[in-house]
């Protein structure tokens, strides 16, 4: 009884602290910070938190070899500052919000395997530090250590990860130089920075067993306060890790019709040379699509991305792992969307898919 009524509390003030991070802001809220064109990052800090912003997230997404064959996994932290005065000393006031969604793709499962987590900063329970990356909420985390290398651990009654992602590449400016356009004004952009090419070690238990585990991953940190336009109203998103050393990111924002209205990413080389894309040299087309027997959603699960390169155009015709990738978030306030492990003939990735079950609402 006592631990049904302790998660009965806790689900209640999870509800209070959704019913914050998904209310609009005032016209006479608080002033966000805005995302501008010119501003160097810096490192390490601006592996850390933004909190003057209003979103921000650190996506990690990478493959896993195990004894038993081939995994995806996914981690994600995200920030939210509520629209709620950030003056107000009481240590119960949901100023800052953190979020974490994981992940674990696995073939003989045939769907995704996930779990999600949501608190309010404080309490020695939830927080994103300022100074690198050192988000935590309860015993999952994601931290960057004094010798670069990142350590990310999260634990279900399903599954548990306990990884660790050495870079093997400097960090990747988005954009122009870390300045990452979502539409066409100034407004509707983010502050974006990855790092592809992550070599992971490390351990998961699945199933009553626990072993060792190796492989690559990739890690976004995104933060904004607009984003989007307010017309848009999902997109997709890539990231791959070429197998020659290169790396290439691709996105498409979508209306509410599925017609693109912006488009963008990058391409570096394995010798480092970066090629920023233009709204013009990103193209998505689906190849075939997957029908949800949860949601009724239809996810266009296998497409060919197209991209222009000072080399010539390229091709990558996006596979899933399996189809049924679909991640259910609307417990902690998101929305359900398809993240998946993929490949293509020349290396490994994510495809993110938003927006397809219902128009994304994000600030």
Known sequence: ????????????????????AQTPARADGPAYAQVLPNKALTFPVDYGAHPDFRTEWWYVTGWLQTPDGPRGFQITFFRSRPDVEQGN??????????LAHVALSDPKVGKLMQDQRMARQGFGLANAATNDTSV?????????????AF??????????????????????????????TKGATAAEASYYCS????????????????????GEAWLDHEWSSNFLATRSAGWDWTGLNLDDGSSLTAFQVRDVAGKPIWAGGSYRSASGALFN???????????RSWLSPRTGTTYPVVQTLTVKLPSGSRQ?????????????????????YWEGAVQTSSGKGYLELVGYSAAIKLP
Do not use: N
């Open 89 to 98: 000393p009481s240590a119960f006031s949901p100023k800052q919000i953190i």
């Open 316 to 336: 990558f015709t996006l596979t899933p792992m399996f189809d049924d990738q679909e991640l259910d978030s609307r417990a902690t306030g998101g929305p359900v």
């Open 1 to 20: 009884m006592l631990r049904r009524m302790t998660r009965c509390i806790a689900l209640a003030l999870l509800m209070i602290a959704s019913a914050f």
């Open 277 to 287: 894309l233009q709204r013009e040299d990103v193209s998505f087309s689906t190849r």
């Open 195 to 214: 790092v592809p090419h992550l070599t992971v070690s490390g351990s998961i238990r699945q199933a009553g067993r626990t072993a060792a585990v190796s």
């Open 151 to 180: 350590s990310a651990q999260a634990d279900t009654s399903e599954f548990g990860l306990k990884l660790r992602l050495q870079p093997t590449q400097p960090v990747l400016l988005q954009g122009d130089r870390g300045y990452s």
């Open 136 to 148: 935590m909420l309860g015993d999952w985390h994601l931290v960057r250590g004094t010798d670069g």
